[in-house]
């Protein structure tokens, strides 16, 4: 099922939206508020509430389509195999991704990666210490539900 779609969760204060282009997720947001054009009833998006309210839910299985750069792809790849609950820093992601933690550039790369994230929650930016694509607000709340 193709489109936007997008409802309002309390654990959160504003809405999840995610796009789906066939089977694949191509966004995930989190506005403030539900745009008018998005529909609230889609299977995955009962998937996220349900992790929201509590329910243990690694999303490994939902599939993504990531049009990035090759380096930002193994980055964002190494960060979907962060297991939930556990949090990691920028230096041990980069070597999860096959980039040297030493150099400056690498650790650009992986800092980049994260902010451009285009799937937050189904690539666990949250999950990273310092800055990805999920606001700070809603990547603390994530954590903390993942505690």
């Known amino acids: 099922m193709e489109g936007l779609y997008a409802r309002e ?3 959160l204060g504003r809405a999840v939206q995610v796009g789906l282009a066939g089977d694949r997720v191509i966004s995930v ?3 403030e508020t539900v745009p008018a054009d ?10 996220v509430f349900a992790y929201l309210d509590g329910a243990e839910d ?27 609950g556990e949090t990691v820093d920028v230096s041990r992601l980069a070597r999860l991704a096959g980039l040297d933690d030493d150099d400056a550039e690498d650790l650009d790369t992986v800092r980049a990666a994260l ?5 937050p ?10 800055r990805g694509a999920t606001p700070p607000p809603v990547a603390e709340r ?5 505690a």
């Open 9 to 11: 969760t309390p654990a």
């Open 58 to 84: 690694h999303f490994d299985d939902v599939e993504v389509a990531l049009t990035v750069p090759t380096e930002r792809r193994a980055v964002l790849e190494a960060a979907r195999n962060v297991p939930y």
């Open 38 to 47: 998005a529909d609230p009833d889609h299977p995955l998006l009962d998937r």
């Open 142 to 146: 994530l954590r903390d539900l993942e």
């Open 115 to 119: 902010r451009g994230n285009p799937v």
């Open 29 to 31: 947001s989190f506005p």
């Open 121 to 130: 929650l189904f690539i666990p930016d949250h999950r990273i210490e310092g």
